[in-house]
């Protein structure tokens, strides 16, 4: 697996896109590769940031956070996990070209990755038939985690 990207790449595809590398954007990608696994929303971003001393606003942690999702830098996923804000985590790719997906605890919000990809071939087939060209898609399960689910058991 691709675990994500380092600061010299990222400024390859900012120069790349005419973009330069500031210090925001170098300190916000830094939180994503100290963080690996983890799915941060932009104010935790912000907080770990602020309590490293960074001078950084709210409104510079979000563009950065969507400048790194874009198309052109690909750098970081954005995903929505139905708590009415996004996520974010260093985008990987498995050897194999697929992404991971994720199972989300409704208890507990634990988001738990698993990397086994078995809708290739439905994505093929609805490409087929729908005369439609898929480029990305994730896959969301929502339940309860081992711990929670014990508990509630009980």
């Known amino acids: 697996m691709r675990d994500g990207f380092s600061i010299e790449e990222l400024k390859k595809r900012l120069q790349n896109s005419r973009y330069k ?25 912000h907080r770990t940031l602020r309590d490293k001393g960074y001078d950084i606003g709210l409104a510079t942690v979000y563009r950065t956070l969507e400048l790194m999702c874009s198309p052109e ?12 804000r996004a996520r974010y985590e260093l985008k990987k790719i498995e050897e194999n070209g697929h992404q991971h997906h994720h199972l989300i605890c409704k208890n507990c919000d ?13 994505e093929q087939k609805i490409a087929e038939t729908c005369n439609f060209n898929i480029i990305d898609h994730q896959v969301l399960f929502y339940g309860y985690c081992q711990e929670c689910a014990k508990k509630l058991e009980n």
């Open 21 to 45: 590398l500031t210090h925001q954007r170098q300190d916000v990608l830094e939180v994503f590769l100290n963080s690996t696994g983890e799915h941060l929303s932009a104010e935790e971003v």
């Open 73 to 84: 830098m690909n750098i970081l996923q954005k995903m929505e996990f139905g708590e009415k």
């Open 110 to 122: 634990k988001v738990i990755e698993f990397s086994e990809d078995m809708l290739e071939g439905l």
